[in-house]
């Protein structure tokens, strides 16, 4: 009998053990931008596809409570989620990979944490107490690390560390996973992503540099589970071995992450590494179903083998730099892929165009999009750029400013208001198609106070948006201050711009359609942020569709 119930707490023990949610961390080394959140999402996709639920999250290691107030030149886009959180576009790529929304919980600043710290102080939760990072900066990020998994929604959660190692602003976090390693009822493996540069002198690939960020990462009291070096030729056995070697850890847990044609085949160039079962193995969980990855390799086939190629052009103020439209882009692959068409993308920056080289710079294109921002800094070209889309019928997808600067070109161009305009920019016009929103009139803090978040939106029938979504009731991220002033909406629709899509709750004009156009759509929401590999967004796909018609024709 004894025997009988010893064995029952073990299977129970056991039970306990593996219901609990498990961690990865995901460091980097060597050098910044080396894709770990493009690992992070391979591995997630794959251990989804086991069967696990997985989640991923962001640690970033700036002073900003959030990217909200960044320039898009030092950080690129700022991502949202459906409950309002401005974050990294790391979370993006988390969306884009798993199919899954992410929330605010999926992404922690050093802001984030040292204001909660700092207002627990004001609030005399350590009265007596010398407040310091270790241990009250380090037990506020391991709480937020723990965050997801005490939902209880998630097998396994991967935590992405921003930075590398070695930067100051990274090693709370460090230490942080350093004690959470020892925490006994927390199991958790470290995933570290290094760079070994290949010398065309000698014709070597050279391994001291991941040497050396190990040993780094040693001085911090943490042992990695698993590198992945990051290589633009293939590793041998005997790089792999001499890694291994030299940073105690087995030959297989050396994961080659050599380049690729595009983000999209990573998975499957990990799951050729069988980076899955490397961690599963550490983590002591069964390999599950084999990932088939179907609708994915059916989307890569159709990425690489389109039937036409199309042009469209990309008109905005941050071109530079595409991060600073990385969904847009994105999202436009998606729709391209699922249509069989491969999209260029010309990217125009819109100060560089005006009504007199507008024909010059797209007559040629398929289709305009011109994309969101703030200020009026290249406005006038986006304003040229629509006037030329419109007066030629080429197809048209404008996002949030994308779609102000178009009720304010039409006001001016169709209406004979001259002066019209948006009040963020011009606070005198006469015409203030585009005006404040009244819930914003008092707000005077930037960060975190936009109308941020999904909202829902009545879509109506007969229009080239409900023929996209194919539903009368949407839902739909926003980031904005200013909206269209509804004084002047009988006015629009009397010429033939009309509200396709309004709130329910406030009537705030959130699609706006030109009837007398092949298909002119332009949106106060941004769409980009809901398109996935797998769910490609029903506008993009409707605005390449319409633009590889117009390229047929």
């Not at 004690?179 to 065309?200: G, S």
């Not at 009837?515 to 759509?521: D, S, V």
Request: with cysteine; proline share 4%.
């Amino acid at each position: 009998m004894i025997i009988k119930f010893a064995a029952l707490i073990f299977i129970v023990s056991n039970l306990k053990m593996a219901s609990s949610t498990k961690y990865i961390f995901v460091t980097g080394g060597v050098a910044s931008s080396l894709g770990k959140g493009i690992i992070a999402a391979s591995l997630a996709k794959l251990l989804q596809a086991r069967g696990y639920s997985t989640t991923i999250q962001k640690l970033d290691p700036y002073i900003n409570i959030d990217p909200g107030t960044l320039n898009p030149y030092e950080h690129g886009e700022c991502f949202v989620t459906d409950d309002g959180a401005e974050t990294d576009l790391d979370l993006g790529h988390y969306e884009r990979y798993l199919n899954v929304p992410t929330s605010q919980a999926n992404n922690v600043t050093t802001g984030r944490i040292y204001q909660y710290v700092i207002n627990q102080e004001r609030a005399g939760a350590y009265l007596g107490k010398t407040v310091q990072v270790i241990p009250h900066i380090t037990d506020e990020i391991k709480r937020r690390i723990k965050l997801l998994g005490n939902t209880g929604e998630y097998d396994i959660v991967i935590t992405e560390i921003g930075g590398t190692v070695g930067d100051i602003e990274s090693l709370p976090y460090i230490e942080a996973v350093r004690q959470l390693k020892w925490e006994p009822d927390f199991d958790c493996i470290v995933l570290h992503l290094t760079f070994v540069p290949f010398l065309a002198a000698s014709g070597e690939l050279k391994t001291k540099p991941t040497q050396h960020s190990v040993k780094q990462l040693l001085e911090s009291g943490v042992q990695p589970d698993i590198l992945a070096l990051r290589t633009e030729h293939k590793l041998s056995e005997g790089v792999k071995e001499k890694v291994a070697l030299f940073c105690n850890i087995s030959p297989k847990a050396v994961i080659e992450a050599m380049d690729a044609d595009t983000i999209y085949d990573v998975p499957l160039l990990m799951q050729e590494e069988e980076l899955d079962k490397v961690v599963l193995d550490k983590l002591g969980l069964s390999y599950g179903e084999e990932p088939q990855l179907v609708a994915w390799k059916q989307f890569l086939t159709k990425l690489k083998n389109p039937k036409q190629t199309i042009k469209i052009g990309l008109v905005g103020k941050y071109t530079e730099l595409q991060d600073a439209y990385k969904s847009i882009s994105e999202a436009i692959i998606h729709a391209g892929a699922h249509i069989e068409t491969k999209v260029e993308v010309d990217w125009i920056h819109s100060e560089d165009i005006n009504e007199k080289n507008a024909k010059q710079l797209l007559e040629n294109l398929n289709g305009v999009l011109v994309a969101p921002g703030f200020g009026e800094r290249g406005i006038e070209g986006k304003i040229a750029a629509i006037k030329y889309a419109r007066e030629n019928k080429i197809p048209f997808f404008g996002i949030c400013l994308g779609m102000q600067c178009a009720v304010i070109e039409f006001g001016r161009n169709v209406l004979g208001l001259t002066d019209a305009h948006s009040t963020e920019m011009y606070p005198e016009t006469p015409f203030p198609v585009i005006y404040l929103m009244e819930s914003q009139k008092n707000i005077s803090d930037k960060g975190g106070t936009m109308r941020l978040g999904a909202y829902s939106c009545n879509v109506k029938e007969n229009s080239n948006a409900f023929t996209a979504y194919n539903s009368d009731k949407i839902q739909e991220r926003h980031r904005h201050r200013y909206e269209f002033n509804n004084k002047y909406l009988g006015d629009y629709e009397k010429q033939g711009m009309i509200a396709t899509g309004l709130n329910p709750e406030n009537n705030l004009v959130e699609i706006v359609e030109i009837t007398n156009h092949p298909w002119f759509i332009a949106v106060q929401f941004h769409p980009e942020y809901k398109s996935t590999v797998i769910n490609p967004h029903p506008l993009f796909s409707a605005f390449i569709k319409a633009a590889a018609d117009h390229h047929n024709k």
